[in-house]
């Protein structure tokens, strides 16, 4: 069954081996840092995209332009429509938990709810009541929806 799918090895913890933190060196992701982010994020990061990480650009989470450093844990993989989207009010955050969380401005949605692409991880779209803190906040995807799978 996975004989078709794309083999490869996803380093998340002390290995220096690949470049993963690049600084100020290069602005653009490495092959490396693209793989890492495939495996992390699946693909776009935008509320419902279903774009796959193939299709997809990197955006800094602290601007390039601002001192942000090209390292894999301030880049996002978003697509090339939704990109043009970081220019034109929207905020771009990585939240506790490690997610990329997208807020509107202010304009779409006075509170700026934070909202996050579960798409990509089917595992996120259904919580068991135990699992659920009263300090976890509910994601509002971009059909209005908390915490339900995409639709198509």
């Not at 001192?67 to 955050?93: E, M």
């Not at 994601?139 to 929806?145: E, K, L, S, V, Y």
Request: hydrophobic residues 30%; neutral net charge; aromatic residues 10%.
């Amino acid at each position: 069954m996975a004989a078709h799918a794309w083999h490869y090895l996803a380093v998340f913890d002390t290995h220096t081996e690949q470049p993963l933190y690049l600084g100020r060196s290069k602005r653009l992701a490495s092959p490396d840092q693209r793989i890492v982010a495939t495996a992390r994020y699946g693909g776009c990061s935008f509320p419902a995209c279903a774009r796959p990480a193939l299709d997809c650009e990197y955006h800094h989470l602290l601007a390039w332009a601002e001192g942000g450093p090209t390292d894999i844990t301030n880049l996002a993989p978003v697509c090339g429509h939704h990109h043009t989207l970081a220019d034109q009010g929207w905020t771009v955050r990585g939240d506790p938990r490690g997610r990329i969380e997208w807020l509107p401005p202010t304009w779409l949605d006075p509170h700026r709810t934070p909202r996050t692409n579960t798409y990509h991880r089917p595992t996120h779209w259904y919580h068991h009541p135990r699992q659920h803190t009263s300090s976890t906040t509910s994601h509002i995807t971009d059909t209005g929806t908390a915490n339900s799978p995409p639709t198509t």
